[in-house]
């Protein structure tokens, strides 16, 4: 079995859709329009992602107004909020840059869904020839959606996460049954956790193993056969080519992180400066026996945020390093992170988001192949 290598999900969005989304916005583009445009999108994503040889693919994410957020809203201006919500929520990230992103306010009970990844997914598995995976939110995200310290009137924080569980769960096994080969968890907010920024209140408040137990709450509903193809994302943040915790050692974060009982973890790690410490710790934290599956680590060999694109050769020399650490029956390769988890990012180092598509569709490539390198030197083709 040669080393397993997959995406994290989201594309940046070419500049002729965020061009799109703004007229949407502003009602100068019918919702049908707009269709168009993302279905083209995807189309696009998906045949060159195929192109770079990639053995399970995603469409970018294209109909998504962020990683977090598509449950919740149309866009990320606020066109389409779901019910019982209010623009002006908590920050759930503060970047280096000095930009934030904003989740909404919940105001009334029940919390649901309004769009299900699945909805995307369905439209774009006629469009794929290879295996696709889709990206889910982890309810530890849309738990802060719950104002921090006060009680939203006739709906009490168990109630509501009650109902958050449950659909997170609908979330995931309406992805498997459309036919998602795998489904994986963005858990940013993870290492943000460990953070305690001043300006942000909810860091400093000690969260990261709260947000396990809610995140074990919904993976605990699904069979070990399930949970094989079931992973957590973590990363420091990607957005606008910043990040929002990279700071913080991952020795505080992957003790907890490999409680949850996923199949498989996605890792931010090109990015790391010292990638053996963290190579290390994965092989020490991370559990050959989750509640029944094996949990195999995909270290992180390229970085969407720089825009020199990794040789196949440092990939490949990357993942050999990580096998004196991990076994290597549980070692795969990804991505640091999505291309782009928001939807409206003009990738300000790569200077355009249709040459940052050019340049992701490179490092793909370059991880596809190292990968394929280092399953041979390590006697897995
Ligand atoms: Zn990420």
Redesign the pocket.
């Known amino acids: 079995m040669p080393i397993p290598t997959e995406p994290?999900g989201s594309l940046p969005r070419p500049a002729k859709l965020q061009e799109a989304i703004a007229k949407f916005d502003e009602g100068k583009l019918s919702r049908e329009q707009l269709d168009d445009v993302q279905d083209e999108a995807c189309r696009d994503s998906i045949e060159r992602m195929e192109a770079t040889g990639a053995p399970i693919v995603s469409d970018g994410e294209q109909r998504a107004s962020s990683?977090a957020t598509y449950p919740l809203t149309d866009t990320l201006a606020g066109t389409g909020l779901a019910d019982n919500l209010a623009p002006d929520g908590q920050y759930f990230a503060i970047f280096t840059d000095g930009h934030h992103r904003q989740l909404p306010r919940l105001t009334g009970g029940p919390f649901r869904y309004k769009t299900y990844a699945a909805d995307y997914l369905e439209k774009s598995l006629p469009m794929a020839s290879k295996p696709m995976k889709q990206a889910v939110i982890a309810p530890s995200m849309l738990a802060l959606v719950y104002p921090l310290d006060d009680e939203v009137p006739g709906y009490s924080r168990e109630q509501f996460l009650n109902d958050l569980v449950d659909e997170c769960e609908k979330d995931i096994r309406r992805c498997f049954a459309a036919g998602a080969k795998r489904v994986s968890i963005?858990f940013?907010e993870g290492r943000l956790a460990c953070r305690n920024d001043p300006d942000n209140p909810w860091t400093g408040r000690g969260m990261l193993d709260q947000f396990v137990a809610l995140n074990n709450r919904v993976l605990d509903r699904f069979s070990p056969e399930e949970r094989k193809n079931i992973g957590i994302?973590?990363?420091p943040?990607?957005d606008c080519d910043a990040t929002h915790s990279a700071d913080v050692d991952y020795a505080e974060l992957l003790p907890s992180m490999f409680k949850m009982n996923a199949g498989y973890f996605l890792m931010?790690l090109a990015s790391e400066k010292d990638k053996e410490h963290v190579y290390e710790l994965c092989g020490r934290y991370s559990r050959e026996d989750a509640n029944g599956v094996p949990q195999v680590c995909f270290i992180g060999v390229v970085n969407p945020q720089d825009p020199r694109v990794e040789t196949a050769e440092e990939v490949c020399d990357a993942l050999v390093t990580a096998s004196k650490y991990i076994p290597k029956e549980r070692l795969g390769s990804t991505d640091?992170?999505?291309f782009s988890?928001f939807s409206v990012d003009m990738k300000p180092k790569h200077g355009s988001p249709d040459f940052a598509r050019d340049i992701a569709f490179k490092k793909i490539a370059a991880r596809v192949e190292g990968t394929r390198m280092a399953s041979e030197r390590l006697g897995m083709a």
Do not use: A, I, N
């Open positions: 994290v990683f963005d940013t994302h973590t990363c943040g990607g931010q640091d992170c999505g988890p």
